[in-house]
């Protein structure tokens, strides 16, 4: 084959280091596997009606552009998140026949096509011309077969993998010392966007209430971006452990020291399409407490972490609160799911798949 057109409306920058970073992660995988690449992406991850028009006109004409000017070496685009990304690839097809792979990632599936009838019909068309799907998630993958009549043998289950290489187990105590963590707690870690649908109100609700019920035997750090300065104000204010760090998002090479220092993961989100982050904590030795939601109710299932049901802080306290005394996984289980979503696998999978749709 030619080259992949890589359409994504989330694409990380100097300035947003983890905005769509796995998109950028797996790109340099098939890079490394013999795929060359064409970039047309999205890095601004500003919202508001005014940004989000003038971002994504711009997107538009850098979308068109990379593909006039190369045309005649493209033979495939693989667009990252239905819509509107996969909106690119489907009119490319239909315009100049190139085929596309469209991922689904689950906010795209279960938020962004629920958001009203246009969207959703143009889901559904983009869903059903892709010459393939990629959901990310089991649950994803059934949700696009059922709701939008996509047929099983054009969806393949993939998360965008794991680099081991990167996310890998050290000595905990050593790691915690080297980032200032007391080894005498148990330190829960957050990855992921401050926003609502990813429960960080819940968590910070449940560790107040642990930390007032066990005073200074825990300390909870939250990683990620203000997405909606509003309400990263208002999830501080819930604030009354001093026990809590927030923290702005940084390289991942820096991310891993902290999921190889912490001692329990969390991430109790509303919608997770898969829940790359768990399994990057899985493969950092540190245990996951999680909602029972999306994929990760698949990634967690049979003693490989805990589930808890989204949405409710009790709930999430409780299980914080069993965690103090440690978790236990079934190892040989956690190994072989981490062995199932290893970026090499993965990439390997990818790469068949692009050599056997490329025109």
Excluded at 97 to 113: E, L, Q, R
Excluded at 130 to 159: C, F, K, W
Aim: hydrophobic letters at 40%; a positive charge; charged letters at 20%.
């Amino acid at each position: 084959m030619k080259k992949a057109l890589i359409i994504s409306n989330m694409y990380p920058s100097q300035d947003h280091l983890s905005y769509g970073i796995f998109v950028k992660n797996q790109v340099q995988q098939l890079n490394e596997a013999g795929i060359e690449t064409l970039l047309a992406v999205n890095n601004d991850p500003a919202t508001g009606k005014k940004n989000v028009i003038k971002k994504y006109s711009k997107w538009a004409l850098n979308v068109w552009s990379t593909f006039r000017k190369n045309k005649r070496d493209i033979s495939i685009t693989h667009a990252h998140y239905v819509f509107p990304s996969g909106l690119f690839s489907y009119y490319l097809k239909k315009r100049y026949n190139v085929p596309y792979i469209v991922t689904a990632h689950g906010g795209d599936i279960n938020k962004m096509a629920k958001k009203n009838s246009r969207i959703k019909n143009y889901t559904a068309n983009i869903l059903q011309n892709a010459d393939h799907v990629i959901a990310v998630g089991e649950e994803l993958a059934q949700t696009i077969q059922s709701e939008y009549d996509v047929p099983e043998n054009r969806i393949t289950v993939m998360s965008m993998g794991i680099d081991r290489t990167v996310f890998k187990e050290t000595d905990k105590r050593t790691a915690q010392l080297a980032l200032g963590m007391d080894p005498e707690r148990t330190n829960f870690l957050f990855v992921g966007n401050i926003i609502q649908e990813k429960g960080v109100e819940e968590l910070v609700t449940a560790f107040n209430t642990l930390d007032a019920q066990h005073p200074n035997k825990s300390a909870l750090y939250c990683i990620g971006s203000t997405k909606d300065a509003n309400f990263t104000t208002k999830v501080k204010q819930l604030k009354t452990s001093d026990n809590i760090h927030f923290i702005e998002p940084m390289p991942q090479t820096e991310l891993a020291r902290y999921f190889q220092a912490a001692s329990i993961f969390v991430l109790p989100s509303y919608i997770e399409g898969l829940g790359l982050v768990a399994l990057e904590a899985m493969s950092c030795g540190t245990p996951v407490i999680a909602s029972e939601v999306g994929g990760l109710k698949y990634i967690l299932a049979n003693n490989t972490g805990v589930l808890v049901s989204p949405k409710d802080a009790s709930a999430l306290e409780q299980a914080m609160s069993s965690a103090l005394q440690g978790i236990q996984v079934d190892e040989a289980k956690v190994q072989q799911l981490l062995e199932t979503h290893d970026a090499k696998n993965i990439v390997q999978r990818l790469t068949t798949l692009y050599k056997q749709i490329a025109k």
